[in-house]
């Protein structure tokens, strides 16, 4: 019987993350970091307008959904562009960052400046509108 | 680790559904045996190569050859990464089942049906998605490849 309230159990923690993670899927969350606190690896990557620093690892399946999205978006906008970070082995650069999971997509102004950063694989149509005060 | 090629990533999907069908059982039944095989079969996966898993076999010769063929595929990385994770939960399900430690069986046989169920449903690996998480707490993922 305790294995059915496990079974039970486990299906409503699936669900719930299933959710939560589908939720915060491409959420945008707006920054105003001071450009100071950027690890080369990162910083090493801007150009100029707004660089979209996509932090990815060898382990991770959505970051290659999010890179097509990505240079595909950046290659139609003027101002925008992209560059993938693999951090698979740079843990000390997105610990900087606080960034958790991958992909995680950090949008940064030519003098470092985080403007934005978003979590999972993007959502095309928002994030332009979110980059628009931001480009040139 | 030899490298696999990249593969369709309807396979592995399928295969997430078989290996959520048998941690249920498990999780159900307590039979640990069941649970050793499986945990057997996540470290062939994730440490020699998925060619090994005969759920992938049966994706191919019985439900690919029905499918529209797809271009899409998937790198072999994040999933054998995923089968490591995998390994690790249903060995310490396995040792608590056998060792008379039932509750510690059913909490981790749990966490693993949780992590395939999302891969077959949603296609999430939470495995892959936590490994910047995972890395901090466990050195030896450290330079893996």
Sequence with gaps: MTGVWALLGALAVAGAIGVLLKVREGRISSRSTPSADLPAPVRDLLAPGVTLVQLSTTFCAPCRHAKVVLSDLADRTDGLTHAELDVTNLPEVTTSLGVMRTPTTLALTADGREVLRVGGVPKRDSLLAALRPHLP | ?145
């Design chain 2, 1 to 145: 680790m030899p490298k696999d090629s990249p593969v369709d990533p309807r396979g592995p999907r399928f295969s997430a559904w078989m290996t959520t069908v048998v941690l249920a059982v498990v999780l159900l039944t307590g039979w640990w045996r069941l649970l050793a095989a499986q945990t057997v079969l996540f470290a062939m996966c994730a440490f020699i190569s998925l060619k090994l898993n005969p759920w992938g076999h049966v994706y191919r010769y019985a439900i690919q050859p029905r499918l529209t063929p797809t271009t899409e595929r998937e790198e072999a990385a994040p999933l054998r990464f995923a089968q490591g994770v995998g390994f690790v939960f249903a060995l310490i399900g396995t040792l608590g089942y056998a060792t008379g430690l039932t509750t510690l069986g059913m909490v981790a046989t749990g966490f693993a049906l949780v992590a395939a169920l999302l891969n077959a449903a949603l296609g999430l690996c939470l495995g892959c998605e936590m490994y910047l998480v995972l890395r901090r707490y466990v050195p030896a993922l450290a330079r893996p490849q």
